[in-house]
């Protein structure tokens, strides 16, 4: 009688993590992935046609996932009136940014994945399109308060887009070294500080 596909697919998603986890995408062995699952490596190219659709299939539900909280998160904000979004900038910042740790962290191991052994996939730099989600966004807001910032040439959206950029990479560094989750808040909360620090000059709050 053929295995459950499910089944099947049980057995080899923890060993596709490991391999990659282990080797990086680009020597993970399809071979070695099989072998572990106790199938040929026929048999797992039925479930997955390359190494690049079996790292696909493990990353893009959570590549999809926090860029769809992020987008909602900014969304429901930039529904508010210019002057509410002023006002309650920070405090809407500060209720709602645990649940994005909160994602990456219920994602531990898919994000570490990501964040360390995603060169060689078009995966490498997913922190790019939550970057292009951020700048958006912040450009909504500087329009809908009548903010000067980027009129007076106080900031660009190429700087939007750099400080975008570092802010999300020092948060992806809390995977990268394999902090706890408690540690990874209190320094997320200090990067989210420092970068506040700046934003207010540069929008002059």
Not at 13 to 38: Q, V, W
Not at 77 to 88: C, R, V, Y
Not at 108 to 137: M, Q, R, S, W
């Amino acid at each position: 009688m053929p295995k459950d596909k499910s089944e099947t697919l049980e057995k080899i998603i923890p060993c596709a993590k490991k391999e990659f986890l282990d080797k990086g995408f680009e020597r993970a062995s399809m071979r070695k992935i099989a072998a572990d699952a106790n199938m040929s490596a026929a048999g797992l190219y039925r479930h997955f046609e390359s190494k690049e659709a079996m790292f696909e299939a493990l990353v893009l539900p959570a590549v999809k996932g926090i860029k769809e909280l992020l987008l909602s998160m900014r969304d429901t904000f930039s529904e508010l009136p210019g002057d509410i979004q002023k006002k309650a900038v920070s405090d809407y910042s500060n209720d709602k940014f645990p649940l994005f740790i909160e994602y990456i962290y219920d994602h531990l191991d898919v994000f570490k994945l990501l964040t360390t052994c995603a060169d060689g996939t078009p995966y490498a730099n997913f922190i790019h399109d939550l970057v292009e989600v951020d700048v958006e966004y912040n450009l909504k807001f500087i329009e809908a308060t009548g903010n000067d910032a980027l009129a007076s040439g106080r900031c660009t959206p190429e700087l939007m887009h750099i400080l975008s950029s570092a802010f999300y990479s020092g948060i992806f560094e809390v995977v990268i070294h394999d902090m706890t989750r408690k540690d990874a808040d209190d320094h997320i909360e200090r990067l989210r500080r420092f970068f506040a620090a700046g934003w207010n000059a540069l929008l002059r709050f």
